[in-house]
């Protein structure tokens, strides 16, 4: 699996680490880019904003955003609703990936709009499972929304 982008929002090296060990022990070689919090992936996916110049139509669209709860700076949850707001993001597949056990973690991700809600497993080999079929299924067979769905106005 390749070209297609994977935004990793993740603020623990250790779990950054054994993702990107995962995806390659999985075969998924995707470009993964890794932003450390909250902040850092808002101006990754809307460059420009906030700065007063440009308005974030050259911001990147990653094919895949796996996003931790847990963030400093920006919480998950507000990349999130941020996220689901704007139009250039909303249709962008998100799937938490968080330690969180708390059923209100859940509740409140699906409701901002989280495509899938994944519990990170504590063994590296199931951890590593987990990583791969989210590839599979969200790089390969999931169909993805359509470039020209936006500028047909469609939603």
Request: glycine share 8%; charged share 30%; proline share 6%.
């Amino acid at each position: 699996m390749t070209s297609r982008t994977i935004l990793l929002v993740e603020d623990n090296p250790d779990d950054e680490a054994l993702t990107l060990r995962a995806f390659d022990k999985s075969n998924i070689h995707n470009k993964v880019v890794v932003k450390r919090d909250g902040a850092e992936a808002l101006a990754y996916l809307f460059p420009g904003e906030g700065e007063g110049e440009g308005d974030g139509d050259d911001a990147p669209t990653p094919a895949l955003i796996l996003l931790d709860l847990n963030l400093p700076k920006v919480g998950g949850l507000e990349v999130l609703r941020r996220m689901r707001a704007d139009e250039r993001t909303q249709m962008i597949p998100v799937v938490v990936l968080t330690s969180s056990k708390l059923e209100e973690d859940v509740l409140v991700s699906y409701r901002n709009g989280a495509n899938a809600y994944v519990r990170k497993p504590v063994k590296f080999s199931e951890f590593t499972e987990a990583v791969k079929a989210l590839g599979v299924f969200w790089l390969l067979l999931n169909e993805p929304v359509p470039s020209v769905a936006p500028k047909l106005g469609l939603r």
